[in-house]
């Protein structure tokens, strides 16, 4: 706007203000303990403290190079206080999960008979069946299952979702005994107003601090739709460093919401996530430059000098 | 750069929510959507493009639908040489019935010369802080609103309206943070001046909602609702999650930028400008009337992101490419 000086990377203010205002890299390593589900920030209205689901490493990498599963879960350090879920989506998949060490897994439903065909070559109800199968071991070795409903929002092959089949399957998958319920805009053509309508059909089925929502960014609605969801009270959000994985129904478009421009946000809104902001940008600069693409998150690419991963 | 023409996938056309209403009863029913990719999208572009192009692309801009295109600036070519061919564009444009068509200027010279060239509306700009009004234009704020007195006086006597910017109203790269009184304070000396509408830009874009509400809701308290509009910067990926607080709380006019054109001068490689595109998108969803056509805003995009080499910064544009 106006005419400008050249660019001011290294002024000093301008650190300042992203240290001081903006938390980046001013948060306690420690996650504090989180306060109650429900507990709402006293003046916004809006929850205390939001769960962030890291998909970057399954979600993300499956749409850019899927590394080894099995060696992944036997090599990773386990941090406590920190889950680890892997998809499972069958019973053949989850006892292989649990040989390999998993403590918490995940099962896909889709809210679209298309998309469920086109996927996993079967309808709703029979991948629900097996999900069954599933929830049924995890429940005799008490292993939490977390439920993934895609196509919220909308679906590439049938269009437009109707909320209320979105909430006839996210209640199936809760019902069996899934913990939580992640909603995704598998596609991301939802907006806020699309959102909403979907949330307030969900949340006549299942509880708020069972929701989770799961955005796409490929036409630039996810954090509004994060939130629009935030404002009604869902505080568990699944976000991938660096944006990572793609759109695999539209060439060349992003795919997942990048973690380091969601924590920004909620930073920014004084909600606690107990993620410390600068640590997964190194994270997301660490995956970028082995991947040899750029980062999706734009504070990463805004914050970080220049000459960085491409 | 693909030639391939992007299109909105078929089963989203046309793009209209289940309901008809607004999904939410404290939004605008509708939003005039003002385009700035001609004036501050190139002049943050680092190809200088040719005067018939910028011609081309307003006169697309035109067709869509948008209600106010803002076309060039009449500063000195010595600071902006992205804007040296102003009057050529200003005659050079077909400016439709019901568009407007604002400059900025900076001073009476500017104004004048504006005008002569067909100008109907013009632009000034303030700052909310005071280091950035110095080093932009080695003044005080309130030296820079008296250099404007001239300009709004001119305008006044001449019949032409005449918008005002306040810029880093949510963060300023030189002072850090900016007290929401003081952009308060500043809009309303603007206001005061005479400008019909103030437009409160986020101009590093490190805005988030919380910070948004909280200036906005200080401005409020001194200049009306119907007379603010918003200017998000998208450096830090913020800009819509910000437009949506400023719609929730009543602001009804928001700035953008075919194809997210523009970046932001003080980030090497950030983006600037929120995409018009992506924004007209939203607003759709959410059920809000912008009048523009949003293929043909796509168009436009890809017809000045091809003159300049560039891939679009607009999600929507991305994820519409027929390839």
Request: proline residues 5%; glycine residues 10%.
């Amino acid at each position: 706007m106006g005419t400008v000086p050249s660019a001011l990377k290294h002024c000093l203010s301008y650190q300042h203000l992203l240290k001081e205002q903006l938390w980046i890299g001013e948060q306690a390593s420690q996650p504090p303990a989180a306060p109650h589900p429900g507990q709402e920030s006293q003046a916004s209205g809006l929850p205390a403290y939001v769960k962030i689901v890291e998909v970057g490493p399954r979600d993300g990498l499956q749409n850019e190079k899927m590394a080894d599963h099995k060696e992944v879960m036997r090599g990773i350090e386990r941090h406590p206080g920190v889950q680890y879920p892997v998809l499972t989506p069958n019973l053949q998949g989850f006892h292989a999960a649990i040989a390999a060490g998993a403590t918490e897994v995940s099962v896909f439903g889709a809210a679209s008979e298309t998309f469920s065909k086109m996927n996993i070559n079967c309808s709703i109800e029979e991948s629900i069946e097996k999900f069954e199968d599933v929830a049924k071991s995890a429940r005799n070795m008490n292993i939490p299952v977390r439920g993934y409903v895609s196509c919220a929002l909308g679906c590439p092959y049938e269009g437009n979702i109707i909320p209320t089949k979105v909430a006839e399957v996210s209640k199936r998958l809760y019902s069996m005994g899934c913990y939580e319920i992640s909603l995704g805009d598998t596609i991301g053509v939802g907006t806020p107003g699309s959102m909403k309508r979907m949330l307030e059909a969900v949340m006549k089925e299942i509880p708020l601090c069972a929701l989770a929502v799961h955005c796409h960014d490929t036409y630039g609605q996810a954090l509004a739709n994060i939130l629009t969801a935030i404002q009604m009270g869902v505080a568990v959000v699944d976000s991938s460093v660096a944006g990572l994985g793609g759109c695999p129904y539209a060439k060349g478009a992003t795919g997942n919401v990048a973690t380091e421009d969601v924590i920004y946000m909620l930073n920014g809104l004084g909600i606690n996530t107990g993620v410390n902001l600068y640590t997964v940008m190194e994270a997301g600069n660490f995956i970028c430059t082995a991947l040899n693409k750029k980062t999706n998150s734009k504070v990463a690419q805004a914050s970080f000098n220049t000459g960085t991963v491409n | 750069m693909a030639a391939a023409r992007r299109l909105l996938p078929r089963w989203m056309v046309p793009l209209r929510p289940v309901s008809s209403a607004s999904a939410s009863g404290a939004l605008p029913k509708r939003v005039k959507v003002v385009e700035v990719g001609p004036r501050d999208g190139l002049q943050n572009e680092k190809s200088l493009v040719p005067t018939p192009v910028k011609i081309s692309l307003i006169n697309m801009l035109g067709e869509t639908g948008l209600p106010v295109i803002e076309a060039t600036s009449f500063v000195s070519p010595k600071w902006v040489p992205q804007m040296a061919d102003h009057t050529e564009v200003m005659q050079g444009i077909t400016q439709l019935p019901g568009v407007s068509y604002p400059v900025l200027t900076p001073n009476l010279k500017g104004f004048q010369a504006a005008v002569a060239a067909g100008a109907k509306e013009v632009s000034i700009f303030g700052a909310a802080s005071e280091l950035f009004t110095k080093k932009n234009i080695n003044c005080s704020i309130d030296e820079s609103l008296e250099r404007f007195s001239e300009v709004m006086a001119a305008a006044r006597a001449a019949n032409v309206p005449v918008r005002g910017y306040v810029s880093c109203v949510l963060g300023c790269p030189y002072e850090g943070k900016i007290s929401a009184a003081k952009v308060a304070e500043v809009s309303k000396k603007m206001y005061s001046m005479g400008c019909y509408e103030i437009s409160l830009g986020d101009t590093i874009g490190v805005g988030t909602p919380g910070s948004m509400k909280e200036m906005l809701t200080a401005v409020m308290k001194e200049v009306p609702v119907g007379a603010l509009a918003v200017h998000c910067h998208d450096t830090y990926g913020q800009a819509l999650a910000n437009i949506l607080v400023a719609l929730q709380m009543g602001v009804s006019v928001v700035d953008a930028s075919v194809a997210g054109l523009g970046g932001c001068p003080y980030a090497q490689g950030a983006s600037g400008n929120v995409a018009t595109e992506d924004l007209v998108y939203m607003l759709h969803g959410l059920g809000i009337h912008t009048g523009v056509d949003l293929q043909k805003l796509m168009d436009a995009g890809t017809f000045i992101c091809n003159a300049l080499n560039r891939r679009t910064n607009s999600k929507v544009s991305q994820a519409s490419c027929r390839l």
